[in-house]
């Protein structure tokens, strides 16, 4: 678990997905660089979930083939300069990531093979993965994780340094999905400061996805948590409120004008009880609201009504916006199926830019 200091600004960013250019333009608007070399006390905090970007190709052509790669190259010099600066909290995509890794390991001991497994021993596990399980286990287990076959070891090292969660003494939690259920287990720093990843990988699917590890990486209101639970954890980990990504927050609309129980759109972030913000910086934003944080580590936060926008919530510059979700911008969206999930040919953003 990552510790933030008492003082200073702490910047926040979700779910890049490869998204390149949506990641320079927030490093540029915040002046990063140069306030860091000036000594400042700023942090950025992406909450995981860099890689594996063809679903975001599909609606932005300005994602390139291999960003997450060349965007985890950034992140990897970034950490390089400013280490103490530069915090790279885990998604699901990077567990899975990092998971199949493990399991091509496997599968090249039992055929004789080492070294880091190149495309054909990649497909050649895919083929046989898919020959055991099927076309459906395919899609659910491996297939959303295309990272593999452009990540190099200096990746897989990036992601395995990541931290589950990040705490300041504001009371802010940064975790990449929901807070744990209270039937699993302990949920104090303390705990939360011994469980790891490589002890999740090694537990049978089942525990796998009861563990508090995993479920900080995956969970989604209201379907695995309750607003009972999202309390009972701030309270066990001394936060007061909480941001994550992981949820493409169309979802949350349940019509045009409406969303589910428990839920409030707040300046284009998705309020939980008041008390968890889910956001999202480039994939999975609400159409037209690309969004980051800033926040003052120095001042206590207690509601979501506490982030005001121009100053805790700010824009991913425009110019930088995905054609498809500017396009669409006056239309409602309440189905996210239409909008994340089908692979559509979308005219190209180039001219937008
Ligand atoms: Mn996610």
Redesign the pocket.
């Known amino acids: 678990m990552l510790r933030l200091p008492a003082r200073g600004t702490a910047y926040v960013v979700s779910?890049l997905h490869g998204h390149l250019l949506d990641f320079r333009a927030i490093v540029d608007a915040i002046e990063l660089i140069p306030r860091l070399e000036a000594g400042e006390q700023v942090h950025l905090v992406l909450l995981?979930?860099a890689g594996d970007l063809e679903r975001h190709r599909w609606i932005d052509k300005r994602v390139s083939e291999d960003d997450d790669a060349r965007l985890f190259d950034l992140l990897i010099e970034l950490e390089r300069r400013f280490p103490a600066h530069v915090h790279y909290i885990e998604?699901?995509?990077d567990f899975h990531v990092l998971r199949i890794f493990e399991e091509l390991r496997s599968f090249q001991q039992t055929h004789g093979v080492s070294g880091h497994p190149d495309k054909t021993t990649i497909q050649g596990y895919f083929n046989e993965f898919t020959a055991e399980y099927g076309e459906a286990c395919f899609r659910v287990n491996l297939e959303p994780y295309d990272f593999v076959w452009r990540a190099r070891p200096r990746h897989l090292a990036y992601m395995a340094r990541s931290r589950l969660m990040a705490l300041a003494p504001n009371g802010l939690v940064c975790v990449?999905?929901g807070p744990g259920r209270r039937d699993s287990g302990r949920m104090a720093p303390v705990w939360l400061d011994r469980a790891f990843r490589e002890r999740c990988l090694r537990l049978v699917p089942e525990r796998m996805m009861a563990s508090l590890y995993y479920q900080l990486?995956n969970n989604r209101y209201p379907n695995d948590y309750s607003l009972d639970d999202l309390r009972a954890f701030l309270t066990a980990v001394g936060g007061s409120i909480m941001v994550s990504?992981?949820s493409p927050l169309p979802q949350f609309r349940a019509g045009p004008n409406a969303t589910i129980d428990g839920c409030a759109i707040h300046h284009g972030l998705i309020s939980i009880g008041g008390q968890q913000a889910v956001l999202g910086s480039s994939y999975g934003c609400l159409p037209g609201q690309k969004r980051f944080l800033a926040f003052d580590l120095a001042k206590p936060y207690t509601s979501i009504e506490d982030l005001v926008p121009g100053q805790e919530i700010l824009d991913v510059p425009k110019a930088h916006r995905p054609s498809i979700l500017d396009d669409s911008a006056e239309i409602e969206v309440p189905n996210m199926v239409e909008v994340f999930e089908l692979p559509q040919e979308t005219e190209s953003s180039e001219g937008r830019a």
């Open positions: 779910d995981g979930d998604g699901n995509h990449h999905a990486l990504g992981h």
